[in-house]
DNA sequence: TTCGATAGTTCCGGAAACTAGAACTATTGA
DNA sequence: TCAATAGTTCTAGTTTCCGGAACTATCGAA
């Protein structure tokens, strides 16, 4: 397996964010992993709003989050840790993060 | 001329807005049109951040913004009148708007 | 009322991206 | 060494995106 790669701060673009947080899987798994306090494990997110997501579509969604600099994701044993990047972001983004989780959960609230 | 789609602001969707604003091209205009007082023609916008977009593109980047909910389009004589809908997705998602245009004049301004 | 100019839209083919099944790799525990 | 677990990569079918060409709508002459 290749070495996971995570962008630099600097590297982070807004078209990126947008765009991986543009799919709702995605930003459900988001959500979940920036709206918990210890590290998740992608198979934690095998379903998602009550719909089952194959694993390599779900792969690819952690890819995806990845490497728009979203999360960060290490090996541990044969199990990954996903931990959200929110406070680095904050710092380049300031409020960013924070709108768009509450506009998520404004939406999953009014469902 | 068919007539213009605008959903109404309860059709609105997060993903929508998100994935309407993950491109480059579309986020520079929606961020010109927001922070314009006066409504923008669509040819206002024939080249963005110094490189021309051809006419089907831009037309294709306003509908795009326009089905998103994000801009209100209106033909005025033979030109069209594009205003954003920010005030009406603040009472949707309050805060998202702001924070989006924040980041995006943010990144306008490191480079 | 026809002609020309202007401003967008639609059509369409090639390019890029997304989805998910199948096969593969890495790690751990028996 | 083997089996189980957790993800990743490969790949093909589908969908979406880009941009040139053709089309439509509106207005202002003449």
Redesign the pocket.
């Known amino acids: 397996?290749?070495s996971?790669a995570h962008p630099a701060l600097h590297d982070i673009t807004l078209a990126g964010i947008l765009?991986a947080l543009s799919?709702e899987?995605r930003v459900a798994i988001f959500a979940g992993i920036a709206g918990s306090a210890c590290a998740q494990?992608?198979?934690a997110y095998a379903t998602v709003s009550e719909k089952p997501?194959?694993?390599?579509?779900?792969?690819?969604?952690?890819?995806?989050l990845r490497e728009a600099g979203l999360i960060r994701?290490e090996?541990q044993?044969?199990?990954?840790h996903n931990t959200s990047r929110c406070a680095e972001i904050e710092t380049r983004f300031p409020g960013l993060i924070p709108a768009i989780i509450g506009a998520y959960l404004a939406e999953a609230e009014s469902r």
Chains 1, 2 share one sequence.
Not at 77 to 80: D, H, T
């Open positions: 397996m290749r996971l765009h799919d899987t494990r992608c198979a997501v194959p694993k390599s579509t779900l792969s690819q969604h952690f890819k995806a994701s090996r044993g044969v199990a990954m």
